[in-house]
């Protein structure tokens, strides 16, 4: 080795903190700068305590308590809990088989580090501690990793030469140059298992050879129904094999994944129907990077596999689901329909459930009085929803909330027609003079016909007022604050906001129809115009007092009606949250790291380290 070589490793040495050796005054300094506070150091000394084992009455962190302790609790990924034993050798820098508490909180300090993946890779690689790898260094290790019926690798080729130099000795790898060679050791191993199976040298090799690479190679990133079905990808071609460039579009594939299912959860979250195609997907890609990320074939690949070998479909969320998620695993009741009609029972008592919850909602947005009014609102559009909703997607047409919010408007009035008439004629009978009456002689004078006089003008306010706030409400959710992206689920100030927002044009654009009401339902006064009925009073007030008169108390009712609802509904999603119905159907989701909180941080770090080394050979885990 070189003096300038072994000058750089004594430098790169000084800034891993490797060494074959570490002093106690240096054990020391590493926990004084990075270790961090005493907490985690507490934290790491219970994880150790609670999987050590004794051992001439020292403790110790043997292969398999080890494992336990270092391994996330989920990773989202296939890699199997006993192919952790890999970083043992990392952390037993003594080897002696056994990890000390010093060792462990130099592995755990180790984890800390942003770069911790790689540096990890690095250790494994760099036996004898000297901080660079040589040539022997790089092919030794590698070399063990391979089982007798891996592919071979070559050595001698010309990537590792320009990696390591053409002779052997005359240049080493610092840990800057490791991780560069890392990031490409998998697409040389690509192209050498390639040419290794292609014995005829035509470009091509058989579905079965396509599918030993991908095992070997990127097996542990991809769901069982995937690999199963690696062989109908010589489906793409007429001949019937498959080629060298379906092949990389293939792995280009896996190896940009992360941003696969960002385009996919993004493209799908801003369709209309919750659904794209191949076109679709290109297309959104081409917008949202710099550059075209991903060529027609490799799309064509992505639609090919998530398509179940039907390219042209548009496909929702779910359907990637077997792409995007290496634990994916086929529904059990995929013979059944998509669809289930609900049984008469259930469909009442999800019903009666939501009208409960409606009812104490409404309660705490205004009063008692109008819970019942609020409970039936939310119930039927809740109800028109569910039914109406693509059982896939969860997407409703826009035709369709507006017949579900209007519905729940028109059904509303059931209810509150009797109620808004007695209240009104109670309110104003005061200024008509006479005797004051209460609300039994009210209803017993108007009738049953009678309670229900200015219906028509109800409806008219009541089936808009609620096609628009349920429809502004629902996409204020999904498309301002964004709802249900990657799981997200709204804050309660972004739902009071959504629900308050909505509230206002719903409640001012339907004024007129609530000035017609009122004027049908109150008595006229000596010298003020009767009304015959809707139309009447609609021409009267518009002739008479001309147009500013049908947005009377129109800002009125927005300051009343929109934090009014603004609270009901909040009330509303908060009860579903805490008190869920019990038999409810859950949504189907994709859980991806996309989607969920991760585990601690050190664990995820030691979860990449190995990740990374499994690009080298899938096995490699299992072989240590």
Partial sequence: MSQNAGNRGAEEETILNAGSSLGEAALSSVRRTVAGPESEIRKWRRLFDANAIEVNGERY??????????????????????????????????????????????????????DADYLIAFKFFDVDGSGTIDFNEFKNVFASTLSPDALPFNFDCDWVKLHLGKRDGT????????????????????????????????????ADQFKRIILELEGHKLSDTILERLPTLCALSPGGKISYSEVVAFHNVIKSMDMVERVIREATSKSKDGRISQDDFLNYSARATRYGLFSPMEASIIFHFAGRGDGRQRLTLLDFGQLLDPQWQPPIDSAKPTTTVKSIFETIAESVYNFSLG??????????????????????NDFIRTNVSDPETGRIKLGWELVAGGSAGACQVIFTNPLEIVKIRLQVQGELGGIKRGAGHIIKELGLFGLYRGASACLLRDIPFSAIYFTAYSHLKKDVFHEGYNDKRLHFTETLAAAAIAGMPAAYLTTPADVVKTRLQVEARKGESNYKGLLDAFRKILREEGPRALFKGGPARVIRS??????????????????PYPWAEQPKKIDTMFTKVPDDLSMIRARNALKILLDVHGDIGRKS
């Fill in 171 to 206: 240049h080493v790898l610092g840990y800057n140059e490791f991780t560069q060679l890392m990031k490409g050791l998998q697409d040389e191993r690509l192209r050498q298992g390639f040419k290794y199976l292609d014995s005829n040298q035509d470009g091509f090799i058989t």
């Fill in 562 to 579: 929109s934090p009014q609802f603004g609270f009901t509904l909040l009330a509303y999603e908060q009860l579903h949250h805490l008190f």
């Fill in 61 to 114: 962190l043997d292969k398999d308590s080890f494992i336990t302790a270092v391994a996330p609790t989920a990773s989202f990924t296939k890699i199997r809990a006993d192919q952790y034993a890999i970083l043992f050798s990392v952390a037993d820098q003594s080897s002696r088989k056994l990890v000390s508490w010093d060792d462990f909180t130099v592995f755990q300090t180790l984890l800390k580090r942003p």
């Fill in 359 to 380: 009812g104490v909602a409404g309660a705490f947005g205004a009063t008692m009085g109008v819970a019942p009014e609020k409970a039936i609102k939310l119930t039927v």
